[in-house]
């Protein structure tokens, strides 16, 4: 399996900015697909901002406020979340999607993982 470690989370005023991070934990799982959602309670998980293949994709609520980006030797992802809103205050997923190497010959099977999560909390 494969462990998606987040940080970055917690409490920021309004105006304000954030930086998530998440590192795929285990080596043999080649991502294609990286990013996040954010999920309130009672409320679907929802994307915010994702990368698939060289292609971003955002949420039209982070749009012009939010940056993601992927660092590949590490397998990585980080959201750069700035002028925060009250509104942003959820708690937000590391998503993977990709190939894992199931054995020592090579072969991969199709896998998604995702984090424990990670909370923000806006306040004005």
């Known amino acids: 399996q494969v462990q998606l470690v987040e940080s970055g989370g917690g409490l920021v005023q309004a105006g304000g900015s954030l930086r998530l991070s998440c590192v795929a934990s285990?080596?043999?799982?080649?991502?294609?697909?990286m990013g996040w959602y954010r999920q309130a309670p009672g409320r679907e998980r929802e994307l915010v901002a994702i990368?698939?293949?060289?292609?971003?994709n955002y949420a039209d609520s982070v749009k012009g406020r939010s940056t993601i980006s992927r660092d590949y030797d590490k397998n990585a992802v980080y959201l750069q979340m700035n002028s925060l809103k009250p509104e942003d205050a959820d708690v937000y997923y590391c998503?993977?999607?990709?190939?894992?190497?199931?054995?020592?010959?090579?072969?991969?099977?199709?896998?998604?993982?995702w984090g424990q999560g990670t909370e923000v909390t806006v306040f004005s």
């Open positions: 285990r080596s043999g799982f080649s991502i294609n697909a």
């Open positions: 990368i698939t293949g060289g292609t971003t």
């Open positions: 998503y993977a999607r990709g190939l894992l190497r199931v054995n020592d010959e090579g072969a991969t099977v199709a896998r998604e993982f």
